[in-house]
């Protein structure tokens, strides 16, 4: 096994390289687990293998004691007659017990590497998302239905733009919105007669609004406030646009594809 060489690295790739390392030990004790070591020495391996340890966790480390204790394998709280009597099996359980503690080593730092690849995911997520504003997220198809129409009427109109709410109007100015929510809860769940009922007596009167130039976040503070999924968009007061939490998503998708 070749020596290591230390270098300065940045914490990712030294971690890296530490994984790297560890895997490489795993592959050069195979050959003493398969009993076709030629004539490599164990020991010597020992010494290598005890140096990636050291290197990696530091000399004091769990790690590096634990090899230290495969090493001697049960034999360690053997009676000497016992050791003598049973040395093949006891060299067989020490191989077997390094080889743990390897592999115990290994998967701790890949672990340690897959938080660390969450950290930086969610990090670089969050600083695409800063600066960001409501205007690159929105729909700016605005689409609505008149408060007399029926609820069966909405609720088709949902179906054919696959959207998720619907503002409502009275022809001149808009006075609520109604969305796929409302049509469940207010309309499907109490009973109510879809041909006959009309969409102003299902619609949520209080029209919460946002202004396009804001910050995305805020976008999200407001719907989680709220508890709403669909938010109509505006410019200087007028609705432009509406912003929903799927649109969030997919942008949110797109973002992960680049990263």
């Known amino acids: 096994m070749a020596k290591r060489v ?17 895997r490489e030990t795993l592959v050069a004790f195979q050959p003493f687990l398969s009993r076709r070591k030629g004539n490599a020495s164990l020991d010597a391996f020992d010494e290598q293998a005890e140096e990636v340890l050291s290197e990696t966790f530091g000399g004091a480390s769990e790690e590096l004691e634990a090899y230290h204790y495969a090493k001697l394998g049960e034999a360690a709280i053997l009676p000497e007659e016992a050791q003598e009597a049973g040395t093949h099996n006891l060299d067989r359980e020490s191989l077997h017990q390094r080889k743990q ?9 890949e672990l340690k590497k897959s938080a660390r690849v969450g ?16 205007a690159e997220f929105m729909s700016s198809e605005v689409r609505s239905v008149h408060k007399g129409a029926s609820i069966k009427e909405a609720g088709r109109l949902l ?9 409502v109007d009275d022809g001149s100015r808009y006075l609520g919105i109604i969305t796929d929510t409302d049509l469940s809860r207010k309309a499907v769940a109490k009973g ?12 949520s009167k209080a029209v919460v609004t946002i202004e396009d130039s804001e910050p995305i976040k805020e976008a999200l503070r407001v719907m989680k406030k709220e508890g709403i999924r669909h938010l109509p968009v505006t410019e200087d007061g007028t609705i432009i646009g509406v912003l929903s939490v799927g649109d969030l998503l997919r942008a949110y998708q797109k973002m992960l594809e680049l990263l």
């Open 119 to 134: 950290r930086d995911w969610r990090r670089t997520l969050g600083e695409r998302i800063d600066g960001r504003t409501v």
């Open 192 to 203: 109510l007669d879809p041909n006959s009922t009309t969409v102003m007596s299902c619609m």
């Open 159 to 167: 179906q054919k733009w696959r959207i998720g709410s619907l503002l």
């Open 101 to 109: 503690v390897l592999e115990s080593c290994l998967a701790q730092l």
């Open 6 to 22: 230390k270098t300065s690295q940045e914490p990712a790739d030294l971690l890296s390289r530490h994984i790297e390392g560890i």
